[in-house]
């Protein structure tokens, strides 16, 4: 298992939860977004963001090129498909 698999933050979820959708690779699912979230970046910012996801938290926001530079690079360590099965699982 990875440390992070890079997915879009395309809607805010719940505000007061700090709940976000994210996609990755076509696959959307609910994750807490508080370790991305300041004064300066607060919840509402955080659509469109790139981030890493990892058991349903956004650990760090990254940019659209190192997020797909980390795919690439997971896809050729066989990594992704394993990742991707449990994001699915958890959309559910």
């Given amino acids: 298992m990875c440390l992070g698999i890079p997915g879009q933050i395309i809607e805010i979820t719940d505000t007061e939860k700090q709940l976000a959708k994210v996609d990755v690779s ?4 609910e994750i807490n977004i508080a370790c991305i979230i300041d004064a300066e970046h607060p919840v509402d910012a955080c659509v469109g963001d790139w981030v ?10 990254i940019d659209e090129d190192e997020a797909a530079r980390t795919l690439k ?9 394993e990742e991707m099965q449990a994001m699915q699982q958890g959309a559910r």
């Fill in 26 to 29: 076509g696959i959307k699912r």
């Fill in 52 to 61: 890493l996801v990892h058991v349903g938290f956004a650990m760090s926001r």
């Fill in 73 to 81: 690079i997971l896809e050729e360590l066989g990594e992704v498909e």
